[in-house]
């Protein structure tokens, strides 16, 4: 589906950032094995973590980016139910995955069963993570996605022109 896999961005004095990217279609096996695609293996390593994504997919860090951010999440409150809630669930649902010798993973029941998948899923590069969706589910948001493309692009200038 076009170009797509990682590039690499020094960012200053922080080094470098990694970006996922693309979109790749694949059917899991009898064993729920998801392959991996080739242009994200090296940099996701042989230990990746899942955990539910929003929008019902499943969410894939490196190691490096999911330790950031369980940081990130350990400081949300337990006495703000909506920070308590976001923070029971996304421990909760979150798996070390070793990626093996041909690439893949085995979903674990859970994971499958949150993000209602079956055998046909999406693999989505976004940013620091890879997104693993149910191929339907993602045909629906991603039609919804193009129509308000436009609009949101319109909606995010505008709030960023009145934070200056």
């Given at each position: 589906?076009?170009?797509?896999?990682?590039?690499?961005?020094?960012?200053?004095?922080?080094?470098?950032?990694?970006?996922?990217?693309?979109?790749?279609?694949?059917?899991?096996?009898?064993?729920?094995?998801?392959?991996?695609?080739?242009?994200?293996?090296?940099?996701?390593?042989?230990?990746?973590?899942?955990?539910?994504?929003?929008?019902?997919?499943?969410?894939?860090?490196?190691?490096?980016?999911?330790?950031?951010?369980?940081?990130?999440?350990?400081?949300?409150s337990d006495f703000d139910p909506a920070e308590?809630?976001?923070?029971?669930?996304?421990?909760?649902?979150?798996?070390?995955?070793?990626?093996?010798?041909?690439?893949?993973?085995?979903?674990?029941?859970?994971?499958?069963?949150?993000?209602?998948?079956?055998?046909?899923?999406?693999?989505?590069?976004?940013?620091?993570?890879?997104?693993?969706?149910?191929?339907?589910?993602?045909?629906?948001?991603?039609?919804?996605?193009?129509?308000?493309?436009?609009?949101?692009?319109?909606?995010?200038?505008?709030?960023?022109?009145?934070?200056?």
């Amino acid at each position: 589906m076009g170009l797509s896999g990682i590039i690499r961005v020094q960012m200053g004095e922080s080094g470098d950032k990694m970006f996922f990217f693309g979109t790749f279609k694949h059917n899991l096996d009898d064993k729920s094995r998801c392959t991996i695609p080739n242009s994200f293996r090296d940099q996701l390593g042989k230990k990746v973590y899942g955990t539910k994504g929003l929008d019902n997919c499943i969410n894939i860090y490196p190691e490096e980016a999911f330790m950031r951010l369980c940081q990130q999440n350990a400081l949300l409150s337990d006495f703000d139910p909506a920070e308590r809630q976001f923070k029971r669930l996304f421990f909760e649902t979150s798996f070390k995955y070793e990626v093996d010798k041909s690439g893949r993973i085995t979903l674990t029941k859970d994971h499958l069963q949150r993000a209602g998948i079956d055998r046909e899923v999406v693999l989505v590069g976004n940013n620091d993570h890879i997104e693993i969706w149910n191929k339907t589910t993602f045909e629906e948001l991603d039609t919804i996605q193009n129509e308000n493309f436009e609009s949101n692009a319109q909606s995010i200038a505008q709030s960023r022109k009145e934070l200056r």
